[in-house]
C-alpha cells in the first residue's frame, strides 16, 4: 500500500506548537490612600477652643455691674439725676451719651436721649404701639402730665404685662431739640420700692448736663 498522505490543514495543525489557555494578567486591587483630615480638624477643633476660651475670659474680666457712689450724680446726654441707693450700673445695657441702664434686683431704670426736633405725641405713639404690639404688653389708663420741682415737664403712662409691670416718662426739650425717656420696669415683688425711688431720681433730674 502507498504511504498515507496527511491533509495539509492537519499538517498545518500539527506543526504548531500547542495551545495553552491565556490568562490576563490580574492586577492588584488599587489601595486608596485615606484623606488626611484631621490635621484641619485639629484646627477647627483649636479655634472653637480659643473662641469660647476667649468669651469665658472676656465674661469674666469685663464688669456686667458698676457700683455707683452715693450722692454723686450720673449724666446720660444732657440728662443727670442722682441715683437712688443700693441701684447699680448696667454696663453692657448702658451706651455712653445715649442711654444709661440701671437695676436693683429684678427691677430696671432706663434713660435714653435722642435728638427730637418735634411735639411729644410722635414718640410717646411709636413707644405705647412698641409695647403693645412688639412686647405684647398692656396700657394702663391714660396718659398724664407731670411736672417735677426741676421744672421737668412731660407725660406719662403706666403699662403692664403677664411677668412685670411699669411706668414710662417722656420729656421734650424743644430748646436743645432732643428728647429724655425714662422707663423703670420689673416683677411685682418688691415694684412698689422701685417705683419710689424711680420717682425720686425723676424728681433730682435736670437738662443742664455738659455735652
Given amino acids: 500500500m502507498g504511504r498515507r498522505r496527511t491533509p495539509p490543514a492537519t499538517r498545518q495543525a500539527e506543526s504548531l506548537p500547542p495551545r495553552h489557555g491565556t490568562i490576563a494578567p490580574m492586577h492588584e486591587p488599587s489601595r486608596r490612600i485615606p484623606y488626611r483630615t484631621w490635621p484641619g480638624a485639629l484646627a477647627v477643633f483649636l479655634a472653637i477652643a480659643a473662641y469660647v476660651g476667649g468669651l469665658i475670659f472676656w465674661d469674666r474680666h469685663t464688669p456686667g455691674a458698676r457700683p455707683l457712689p452715693a450722692g454723686e450724680t450720673v449724666s446720660v446726654g444732657h440728662a443727670r439725676f442722682e441715683p437712688a441707693r443700693g441701684w447699680q450700673m448696667d454696663v453692657a445695657r448702658s451706651k455712653a451719651g445715649r442711654s444709661l441702664m440701671l437695676f436693683k434686683g429684678n427691677h430696671k431704670f432706663l434713660v435714653t436721649t435722642l435728638p427730637w426736633a418735634g411735639g411729644p405725641d410722635g414718640p410717646l405713639v411709636r413707644q405705647q404701639r412698641l409695647m403693645e404690639r412688639g412686647q405684647g404688653l398692656s396700657i394702663e389708663g391714660d396718659v398724664s402730665d407731670f411736672v417735677t420741682m426741676w421744672g421737668l415737664q412731660g407725660k406719662t403712662f ?47 433730674m435736670d437738662l443742664e448736663a455738659p455735652l
Fill in 158 to 204: 403706666a403699662y403692664y404685662g403677664s411677668k412685670i409691670a411699669g411706668r414710662f416718662w417722656q420729656v421734650v426739650d424743644q430748646r436743645r431739640k432732643s428728647l429724655v425717656q425714662i422707663d423703670v420696669y420689673g416683677g411685682s415683688d418688691g415694684l412698689d420700692e422701685a417705683m419710689a425711688d424711680a420717682r425720686g431720681m425723676l424728681e433730682s
